[in-house]
Protein backbone atom coordinates (compact mmCIF):
# COMPACT_ATOMS: atom_id res chain seq x y z
CA UNK A 1 0.00 0.00 0.00
CA UNK A 2 1.33 3.60 -0.78
CA UNK A 3 0.67 6.21 2.27
CA UNK A 4 0.83 9.53 2.76
CA UNK A 5 3.38 8.98 5.49
CA UNK A 6 6.27 7.37 3.45
CA UNK A 7 9.21 9.43 4.88
CA UNK A 8 10.73 9.72 1.05
CA UNK A 9 8.02 11.61 -0.38
CA UNK A 10 7.35 15.36 0.90
CA UNK A 11 4.64 17.58 -0.79
CA UNK A 12 7.22 19.93 -2.03
CA UNK A 13 7.52 17.21 -4.49
CA UNK A 14 4.04 15.84 -5.31
CA UNK A 15 2.00 16.58 -7.61
CA UNK A 16 -1.34 15.68 -6.53
CA UNK A 17 -2.93 15.89 -3.04
CA UNK A 18 -5.94 13.07 -2.56
CA UNK A 19 -8.51 13.90 -0.04
CA UNK A 20 -10.74 11.17 1.16
CA UNK A 21 -11.04 9.09 4.84
CA UNK A 22 -11.62 5.61 3.17
CA UNK A 23 -8.04 3.72 2.63
CA UNK A 24 -8.91 1.73 -0.15
CA UNK A 25 -10.11 5.14 -2.43
CA UNK A 26 -6.71 6.66 -1.31
CA UNK A 27 -4.85 3.28 -2.50
CA UNK A 28 -6.52 3.05 -5.70
CA UNK A 29 -6.08 6.92 -6.21
CA UNK A 30 -2.59 6.86 -5.68
CA UNK A 31 -1.91 3.58 -7.61
CA UNK A 32 -3.59 5.46 -10.57
CA UNK A 33 -1.47 8.24 -10.35
CA UNK A 34 1.73 6.54 -10.07
CA UNK A 35 1.34 4.58 -12.84
CA UNK A 36 0.85 7.88 -14.63
CA UNK A 37 4.19 8.95 -13.63
CA UNK A 38 2.35 11.38 -11.24
CA UNK A 39 3.88 11.53 -7.41
CA UNK A 40 0.69 12.17 -4.55
CA UNK A 41 -0.24 13.17 -1.06
CA UNK A 42 -2.42 11.98 0.93
CA UNK A 43 -4.93 13.45 3.81
CA UNK A 44 -7.95 11.89 5.47
CA UNK A 45 -8.85 14.94 6.95
CA UNK A 46 -10.01 18.31 6.31
CA UNK A 47 -7.30 19.62 9.11
CA UNK A 48 -4.63 16.94 7.66
CA UNK A 49 -5.55 18.88 4.24
CA UNK A 50 -4.89 21.83 4.90
CA UNK A 51 -1.82 21.23 6.79
CA UNK A 52 -0.44 19.82 3.46
CA UNK A 53 -1.46 22.56 1.39
CA UNK A 54 0.43 25.11 3.58
CA UNK A 55 3.79 22.77 3.13
CA UNK A 56 3.53 21.95 -0.24
CA UNK A 57 2.61 23.07 -4.22
CA UNK A 58 0.15 20.87 -5.53
CA UNK A 59 -1.01 20.82 -9.44
CA UNK A 60 -4.54 19.45 -8.66
CA UNK A 61 -5.98 18.23 -5.80
CA UNK A 62 -8.85 15.13 -5.59
CA UNK A 63 -11.12 15.26 -2.65
CA UNK A 64 -14.08 13.42 -1.17
CA UNK A 65 -16.94 15.03 -0.35
CA UNK A 66 -18.06 14.41 2.70
CA UNK A 67 -14.93 13.83 5.50
CA UNK A 68 -14.89 13.68 9.28
CA UNK A 69 -14.11 16.69 10.36
CA UNK A 70 -16.17 19.06 7.41
CA UNK A 71 -17.96 19.22 3.98
CA UNK A 72 -15.06 18.85 0.53
CA UNK A 73 -16.89 22.11 -0.55
CA UNK A 74 -15.25 23.54 2.42
CA UNK A 75 -12.19 22.75 1.01
CA UNK A 76 -13.09 23.92 -2.49
CA UNK A 77 -14.06 27.81 -1.18
CA UNK A 78 -10.54 27.55 0.54
CA UNK A 79 -8.29 26.56 -2.30
CA UNK A 80 -10.63 29.50 -4.50
CA UNK A 81 -9.72 31.60 -2.24
CA UNK A 82 -6.27 30.97 -1.54
CA UNK A 83 -4.53 28.97 -4.15
CA UNK A 84 -7.11 30.29 -7.44
CA UNK A 85 -4.85 28.19 -9.63
CA UNK A 86 -4.68 24.90 -7.88
CA UNK A 87 -7.76 22.99 -9.52
CA UNK A 88 -10.21 21.02 -7.31
CA UNK A 89 -11.89 17.41 -8.55
CA UNK A 90 -14.74 17.00 -5.88
CA UNK A 91 -15.80 13.04 -5.84
CA UNK A 92 -19.40 13.05 -4.78
CA UNK A 93 -21.85 10.26 -4.00
CA UNK A 94 -23.72 8.01 -6.57
CA UNK A 95 -26.92 10.04 -7.36
CA UNK A 96 -25.70 13.19 -5.48
CA UNK A 97 -25.82 15.36 -8.43
CA UNK A 98 -27.30 18.60 -6.62
CA UNK A 99 -23.78 18.15 -4.27
CA UNK A 100 -21.84 18.30 -7.79
CA UNK A 101 -23.61 21.50 -8.85
CA UNK A 102 -23.33 23.19 -5.62
CA UNK A 103 -19.16 22.08 -6.05
CA UNK A 104 -19.33 23.66 -9.30
CA UNK A 105 -20.26 26.91 -8.35
CA UNK A 106 -17.94 26.68 -5.19
CA UNK A 107 -15.60 26.83 -8.01
CA UNK A 108 -14.20 23.42 -8.15
CA UNK A 109 -12.84 22.33 -11.64
CA UNK A 110 -14.95 19.06 -11.94
CA UNK A 111 -16.33 16.10 -10.17
CA UNK A 112 -16.28 12.25 -10.44
CA UNK A 113 -18.83 9.93 -9.11
CA UNK A 114 -18.60 7.31 -6.82
CA UNK A 115 -17.99 4.43 -7.83
CA UNK A 116 -14.83 6.38 -9.43
CA UNK A 117 -14.00 5.35 -12.57
CA UNK A 118 -10.45 4.54 -13.74
CA UNK A 119 -10.94 6.15 -17.43
CA UNK A 120 -13.15 8.81 -15.98
CA UNK A 121 -9.42 9.80 -13.28
CA UNK A 122 -7.13 9.46 -16.28
CA UNK A 123 -9.04 11.82 -18.29
CA UNK A 124 -9.80 14.07 -15.74
CA UNK A 125 -6.11 14.58 -14.92
CA UNK A 126 -4.61 14.55 -18.29
CA UNK A 127 -7.08 17.58 -18.67
CA UNK A 128 -5.66 19.04 -15.85
CA UNK A 129 -2.28 18.30 -16.59
CA UNK A 130 -2.44 20.21 -20.00
CA UNK A 131 -3.65 23.61 -18.54
CA UNK A 132 -1.54 26.23 -19.77
CA UNK A 133 0.27 27.09 -16.65
CA UNK A 134 -0.43 31.11 -15.45
CA UNK A 135 2.76 31.78 -14.65
CA UNK A 136 3.80 31.45 -18.58
CA UNK A 137 2.80 34.97 -19.47
CA UNK A 138 -0.57 35.46 -21.40
CA UNK A 139 -2.07 33.03 -23.29
CA UNK A 140 -1.82 33.76 -27.32
CA UNK A 141 -4.77 35.08 -29.00
CA UNK A 142 -7.97 32.30 -29.65
CA UNK A 143 -8.80 32.13 -33.39
CA UNK A 144 -12.45 32.91 -32.31
CA UNK A 145 -11.26 36.16 -30.13
CA UNK A 146 -13.98 38.52 -28.91
CA UNK A 147 -13.28 42.27 -30.57
CA UNK A 148 -13.89 44.87 -28.43
CA UNK A 149 -12.73 46.98 -25.77
CA UNK A 150 -15.76 48.28 -24.14
CA UNK A 151 -16.49 47.42 -20.71
CA UNK A 152 -19.03 45.08 -21.54
CA UNK A 153 -16.37 43.14 -23.69
CA UNK A 154 -13.96 43.16 -21.09
CA UNK A 155 -15.76 42.50 -18.49
CA UNK A 156 -17.01 39.57 -20.85
CA UNK A 157 -13.05 38.67 -22.44
CA UNK A 158 -12.22 38.48 -18.20
CA UNK A 159 -15.18 36.12 -17.19
CA UNK A 160 -14.36 33.85 -20.11
CA UNK A 161 -10.75 33.43 -19.07
CA UNK A 162 -11.57 32.50 -15.57
CA UNK A 163 -14.18 30.12 -17.01
CA UNK A 164 -11.77 28.10 -19.40
CA UNK A 165 -9.74 26.96 -15.79
CA UNK A 166 -13.01 25.04 -15.24
CA UNK A 167 -15.03 21.68 -16.31
CA UNK A 168 -18.26 23.76 -14.71
CA UNK A 169 -20.77 23.32 -17.01
CA UNK A 170 -21.92 27.05 -18.55
CA UNK A 171 -24.71 28.80 -20.01
CA UNK A 172 -24.96 31.69 -22.26
CA UNK A 173 -27.67 34.32 -22.81
CA UNK A 174 -27.64 37.12 -25.06
CA UNK A 175 -29.73 37.71 -28.60
CA UNK A 176 -29.60 36.48 -31.52
CA UNK A 177 -26.05 37.35 -33.35
CA UNK A 178 -24.20 38.50 -30.27
CA UNK A 179 -21.77 35.87 -30.19
CA UNK A 180 -22.84 33.44 -27.74
CA UNK A 181 -21.14 30.14 -30.12
CA UNK A 182 -17.95 32.29 -30.92
CA UNK A 183 -17.94 32.83 -27.18
CA UNK A 184 -18.40 29.16 -26.46
CA UNK A 185 -15.60 28.69 -28.82
CA UNK A 186 -12.81 31.23 -26.97
CA UNK A 187 -13.82 29.22 -23.94
CA UNK A 188 -13.18 25.95 -25.10
CA UNK A 189 -9.76 27.22 -27.24
CA UNK A 190 -8.87 28.38 -24.23
CA UNK A 191 -9.17 25.65 -21.83
CA UNK A 192 -7.34 22.30 -21.27
CA UNK A 193 -9.68 20.94 -23.99
CA UNK A 194 -8.34 22.93 -26.35
CA UNK A 195 -6.77 20.06 -28.77
CA UNK A 196 -10.48 18.30 -28.37
CA UNK A 197 -13.24 18.44 -30.78
CA UNK A 198 -15.76 21.58 -30.56
CA UNK A 199 -18.74 20.17 -31.84
CA UNK A 200 -21.32 22.88 -31.93
CA UNK A 201 -25.44 21.51 -32.49
CA UNK A 202 -28.59 23.73 -33.03
CA UNK A 203 -31.03 22.33 -30.78
CA UNK A 204 -33.75 23.44 -32.80
CA UNK A 205 -32.95 22.50 -36.18
CA UNK A 206 -33.22 18.57 -34.97
CA UNK A 207 -36.33 17.08 -35.80
CA UNK A 208 -37.83 15.36 -32.61
CA UNK A 209 -38.50 12.16 -33.56
CA UNK A 210 -34.69 11.75 -34.69
CA UNK A 211 -33.05 13.65 -31.62
CA UNK A 212 -32.09 10.82 -29.80
CA UNK A 213 -30.32 9.31 -32.24
CA UNK A 214 -28.42 12.50 -33.53
CA UNK A 215 -27.11 13.27 -29.68
CA UNK A 216 -26.21 9.54 -28.84
CA UNK A 217 -25.95 7.83 -32.00
CA UNK A 218 -27.30 4.56 -33.01
CA UNK A 219 -26.41 0.73 -33.70
CA UNK A 220 -27.06 -1.10 -37.27
CA UNK A 221 -30.28 -2.29 -37.50
CA UNK A 222 -31.80 -0.10 -34.39
CA UNK A 223 -34.23 0.95 -37.19
CA UNK A 224 -35.27 1.23 -40.79
CA UNK A 225 -31.88 2.61 -42.86
CA UNK A 226 -29.65 2.06 -40.22
CA UNK A 227 -27.12 0.52 -42.14
CA UNK A 228 -24.09 1.07 -39.69
CA UNK A 229 -23.03 2.09 -37.03
CA UNK A 230 -23.06 5.88 -36.14
CA UNK A 231 -21.86 7.88 -33.05
CA UNK A 232 -24.09 10.88 -31.84
CA UNK A 233 -22.53 14.33 -30.74
CA UNK A 234 -22.11 13.00 -27.45
CA UNK A 235 -19.73 10.60 -28.99
CA UNK A 236 -18.47 13.16 -31.41
CA UNK A 237 -17.56 16.17 -28.71
CA UNK A 238 -15.89 13.03 -26.49
CA UNK A 239 -12.15 14.72 -24.85
CA UNK A 240 -13.52 18.11 -26.14
CA UNK A 241 -16.68 20.50 -25.74
CA UNK A 242 -20.18 19.81 -26.84
CA UNK A 243 -21.86 23.33 -27.61
CA UNK A 244 -25.66 23.18 -27.29
CA UNK A 245 -27.26 26.13 -28.93
CA UNK A 246 -30.78 27.26 -28.79
CA UNK A 247 -31.04 24.32 -26.16
CA UNK A 248 -34.62 26.08 -25.19
CA UNK A 249 -35.85 24.51 -28.04
CA UNK A 250 -34.96 21.22 -26.51
CA UNK A 251 -38.75 18.65 -26.14
CA UNK A 252 -39.33 17.76 -22.64
CA UNK A 253 -38.86 13.70 -23.43
CA UNK A 254 -35.55 14.92 -24.73
CA UNK A 255 -34.65 17.12 -21.90
CA UNK A 256 -34.82 13.88 -19.46
CA UNK A 257 -32.73 11.97 -21.58
CA UNK A 258 -29.91 15.04 -21.64
CA UNK A 259 -30.00 15.13 -18.38
CA UNK A 260 -28.95 11.89 -17.34
CA UNK A 261 -26.12 11.90 -19.93
CA UNK A 262 -24.89 15.26 -18.42
CA UNK A 263 -25.32 13.16 -14.85
CA UNK A 264 -23.93 10.21 -15.49
CA UNK A 265 -20.98 11.15 -17.78
CA UNK A 266 -22.58 7.92 -20.44
CA UNK A 267 -24.68 7.50 -23.32
CA UNK A 268 -26.47 4.64 -25.13
CA UNK A 269 -26.71 4.31 -28.74
CA UNK A 270 -29.77 3.89 -30.20
CA UNK A 271 -30.35 -0.37 -30.58
CA UNK A 272 -27.15 -1.00 -28.14
CA UNK A 273 -27.52 -3.07 -24.88
CA UNK A 274 -23.93 -0.95 -23.45
CA UNK A 275 -23.79 2.71 -22.23
CA UNK A 276 -20.65 4.37 -23.16
CA UNK A 277 -18.41 6.97 -21.28
CA UNK A 278 -18.14 10.10 -22.79
CA UNK A 279 -15.66 12.86 -21.09
CA UNK A 280 -16.45 16.47 -22.18
CA UNK A 281 -17.78 19.33 -21.30
CA UNK A 282 -21.34 20.66 -21.81
CA UNK A 283 -21.80 24.51 -22.92
CA UNK A 284 -25.59 25.22 -23.55
CA UNK A 285 -26.95 28.69 -25.14
CA UNK A 286 -30.21 30.87 -25.89
CA UNK A 287 -31.48 33.58 -26.64
CA UNK A 288 -34.96 33.27 -24.71
CA UNK A 289 -35.39 33.19 -21.15
CA UNK A 290 -34.76 29.74 -19.49
CA UNK A 291 -35.87 30.80 -16.31
CA UNK A 292 -39.29 31.80 -17.74
CA UNK A 293 -39.63 28.82 -19.31
CA UNK A 294 -39.36 26.81 -16.08
CA UNK A 295 -42.21 28.54 -15.04
CA UNK A 296 -43.77 27.82 -18.21
CA UNK A 297 -43.46 24.15 -17.22
CA UNK A 298 -41.53 23.91 -20.80
CA UNK A 299 -37.86 23.38 -19.62
CA UNK A 300 -36.86 20.83 -16.46
CA UNK A 301 -36.23 22.59 -13.43
CA UNK A 302 -33.23 19.91 -12.69
CA UNK A 303 -31.85 20.08 -16.19
CA UNK A 304 -32.07 24.07 -15.93
CA UNK A 305 -29.84 23.58 -12.47
CA UNK A 306 -27.70 21.41 -14.74
CA UNK A 307 -26.84 23.71 -17.33
CA UNK A 308 -26.98 27.17 -15.48
CA UNK A 309 -24.42 26.03 -12.76
CA UNK A 310 -22.32 29.36 -14.68
CA UNK A 311 -24.32 31.91 -16.42
CA UNK A 312 -22.51 34.20 -19.22
CA UNK A 313 -24.60 36.65 -20.47
CA UNK A 314 -23.01 38.10 -24.06
CA UNK A 315 -24.13 41.75 -24.58
CA UNK A 316 -25.89 43.16 -27.66
CA UNK A 317 -24.58 45.56 -30.07
CA UNK A 318 -26.48 48.16 -28.42
CA UNK A 319 -25.08 48.22 -25.17
CA UNK A 320 -21.37 48.54 -26.66
CA UNK A 321 -21.76 51.31 -29.51
CA UNK A 322 -18.55 52.19 -29.09
CA UNK A 323 -17.21 49.12 -30.33
CA UNK A 324 -18.73 49.19 -33.72
CA UNK A 325 -15.62 50.99 -34.95
CA UNK A 326 -13.42 48.40 -34.27
CA UNK A 327 -15.73 45.94 -35.69
CA UNK A 328 -16.67 47.50 -39.13
CA UNK A 329 -12.39 47.32 -39.81
CA UNK A 330 -11.99 44.18 -38.55
CA UNK A 331 -14.91 42.58 -40.76
CA UNK A 332 -14.27 44.36 -43.64
CA UNK A 333 -10.94 43.01 -43.43
CA UNK A 334 -12.36 39.52 -43.19
CA UNK A 335 -14.69 39.92 -45.64
CA UNK A 336 -12.37 41.49 -48.03
CA UNK A 337 -9.64 39.35 -47.76
CA UNK A 338 -12.16 36.43 -48.20
CA UNK A 339 -13.45 38.20 -51.35
CA UNK A 340 -9.98 38.98 -52.80
CA UNK A 341 -11.10 42.66 -52.75
CA UNK A 342 -8.68 45.45 -51.34
CA UNK A 343 -10.36 46.69 -48.40
CA UNK A 344 -12.30 49.78 -49.08
CA UNK A 345 -12.32 52.94 -46.54
CA UNK A 346 -15.63 54.04 -44.46
CA UNK A 347 -16.65 57.15 -44.91
CA UNK A 348 -17.28 59.32 -41.68
CA UNK A 349 -21.33 59.64 -42.05
CA UNK A 350 -20.79 56.13 -43.04
CA UNK A 351 -19.77 55.02 -39.49
CA UNK A 352 -21.74 57.30 -37.65
CA UNK A 353 -25.20 55.76 -39.34
CA UNK A 354 -23.72 52.57 -38.34
CA UNK A 355 -23.13 53.37 -34.89
CA UNK A 356 -26.48 55.49 -34.03
CA UNK A 357 -28.25 52.06 -35.99
CA UNK A 358 -30.11 49.74 -33.17
CA UNK A 359 -29.03 46.09 -34.71
CA UNK A 360 -31.84 43.77 -33.81
CA UNK A 361 -29.51 41.63 -35.26
CA UNK A 362 -26.39 42.58 -33.43
CA UNK A 363 -22.65 41.34 -34.68
CA UNK A 364 -24.34 39.19 -37.31
CA UNK A 365 -26.37 41.90 -39.29
CA UNK A 366 -23.45 44.09 -39.26
CA UNK A 367 -21.63 41.45 -40.65
CA UNK A 368 -24.90 40.74 -43.27
CA UNK A 369 -24.50 44.76 -43.95
CA UNK A 370 -20.91 45.57 -44.33
CA UNK A 371 -20.85 42.19 -46.31
CA UNK A 372 -23.33 44.24 -49.07
CA UNK A 373 -21.98 47.40 -48.75
CA UNK A 374 -18.52 45.53 -50.28
CA UNK A 375 -20.43 44.41 -53.03
CA UNK A 376 -22.47 47.53 -53.88
CA UNK A 377 -19.24 50.59 -53.18
CA UNK A 378 -17.35 52.17 -55.86
CA UNK A 379 -14.08 54.24 -55.62
CA UNK A 380 -12.84 52.34 -53.18
CA UNK A 381 -15.10 53.67 -50.34
CA UNK A 382 -18.22 52.70 -48.51
CA UNK A 383 -20.98 55.38 -48.62
CA UNK A 384 -24.25 55.37 -46.29
CA UNK A 385 -26.23 54.86 -49.41
CA UNK A 386 -23.80 51.46 -49.66
CA UNK A 387 -25.44 50.53 -46.11
CA UNK A 388 -28.73 50.25 -46.84
CA UNK A 389 -29.85 50.97 -43.01
CA UNK A 390 -32.37 53.85 -41.88
CA UNK A 391 -31.30 54.66 -37.97
CA UNK A 392 -34.48 56.43 -36.99
CA UNK A 393 -36.85 55.87 -34.37
CA UNK A 394 -39.44 54.52 -36.23
CA UNK A 395 -37.49 51.85 -37.09
CA UNK A 396 -36.12 51.00 -33.89
CA UNK A 397 -39.09 50.17 -32.47
CA UNK A 398 -40.13 48.29 -35.78
CA UNK A 399 -42.44 51.01 -37.54
CA UNK A 400 -42.13 50.89 -41.31
CA UNK A 401 -43.92 54.07 -42.40
CA UNK A 402 -44.52 52.73 -46.08
CA UNK A 403 -42.67 54.80 -48.70
CA UNK A 404 -39.90 53.76 -50.83
CA UNK A 405 -36.64 55.80 -49.52
CA UNK A 406 -34.41 57.49 -51.63
CA UNK A 407 -31.49 55.47 -52.61
CA UNK A 408 -33.44 52.50 -51.77
CA UNK A 409 -34.46 49.41 -54.24
CA UNK A 410 -38.02 47.55 -53.83
CA UNK A 411 -35.79 44.55 -52.60
CA UNK A 412 -34.89 46.59 -50.13
CA UNK A 413 -37.71 48.05 -49.47
CA UNK A 414 -39.57 44.47 -48.80
CA UNK A 415 -36.79 43.64 -46.77
CA UNK A 416 -37.51 46.32 -44.41
CA UNK A 417 -41.36 45.56 -44.16
CA UNK A 418 -40.80 42.20 -43.87
CA UNK A 419 -38.14 42.69 -41.16
CA UNK A 420 -40.18 44.75 -39.20
CA UNK A 421 -43.20 42.76 -39.07
CA UNK A 422 -41.19 39.34 -37.98
CA UNK A 423 -39.20 41.64 -35.44
CA UNK A 424 -42.98 42.97 -34.11
CA UNK A 425 -44.24 39.07 -33.93
CA UNK A 426 -41.22 37.78 -32.19
CA UNK A 427 -41.82 41.16 -29.64
CA UNK A 428 -45.24 39.67 -29.33
CA UNK A 429 -44.72 36.46 -28.59
CA UNK A 430 -41.88 37.17 -26.30
CA UNK A 431 -39.63 35.35 -28.12
CA UNK A 432 -41.34 32.11 -29.38
CA UNK A 433 -40.98 31.82 -32.72
CA UNK A 434 -43.12 28.90 -33.32
CA UNK A 435 -45.53 31.29 -32.02
CA UNK A 436 -44.45 33.58 -34.17
CA UNK A 437 -44.73 31.97 -36.94
CA UNK A 438 -48.44 31.20 -36.52
CA UNK A 439 -48.84 34.64 -35.85
CA UNK A 440 -47.60 35.55 -39.58
CA UNK A 441 -49.48 32.87 -41.14
CA UNK A 442 -45.85 31.01 -41.87
CA UNK A 443 -44.11 27.69 -41.17
CA UNK A 444 -41.55 27.37 -38.44
CA UNK A 445 -39.20 26.24 -41.49
CA UNK A 446 -40.17 29.53 -43.58
CA UNK A 447 -39.59 31.77 -40.59
CA UNK A 448 -36.26 30.09 -39.53
CA UNK A 449 -35.41 30.68 -43.06
CA UNK A 450 -36.37 34.43 -43.23
CA UNK A 451 -35.06 35.02 -40.12
CA UNK A 452 -31.60 33.72 -41.50
CA UNK A 453 -31.85 35.54 -45.09
CA UNK A 454 -32.71 38.88 -42.89
CA UNK A 455 -29.64 38.56 -40.66
CA UNK A 456 -31.92 38.14 -37.77
CA UNK A 457 -31.12 34.32 -36.76
CA UNK A 458 -29.37 32.67 -34.39
Given at each position: ????T?????????A????D???????????????????S??A?T??????????????????D?????????E????????????????????????N???V????A?????K????????A??K?????????A?????????????S????Q??S??????R??A?????G???S??E??????????P?????F?A?????????????E???????A?T?A??????????????????????D?PL???????R???E???R?????A?????????S??????K???????????L???????E??????R???????????????????D?G????????????A???????G?????????E?????????????????I????????????????????????????E????L????K?????TA???????????????L???????
Amino acid sequence: MICATNERRTSADAAVLVVDDEEDIRELLELTLLRMGLRSESAGTLAEARALLERGHFKLCLTDMRLPDGEGIELVREIAEKHPYLPVAVITAFGSMENAVQVLKAGAFDYLSKPVSLEQIRALVKSVFELPKAEAGARPLAASALTGESPAMLQVRSMIERLSRSQAPIHISGESGSGKERGARQIHELGPRAAGPFVAVNCGAIPENLMESEFFGYRKGAFTGADADRDGFFQAANGGTLFLDEVGDLPLTMQVKLLRAIQEKRVRRLGDTAEQAVDLRIISATHRNLKELVDQGRFRQDLFYRLNVIELHMPSLRERREDIPGLVDTLLRRLASDSGLPVPGVQPDALAALSAYSFPGNVRELENILERALALHSDGRIEVEDLHIEPDEGEESGAVDGVLRQSESLQDYLDRVEKAAILDAIEKTHGNRTAAARLLGVTFRSLRYRLERLGINE
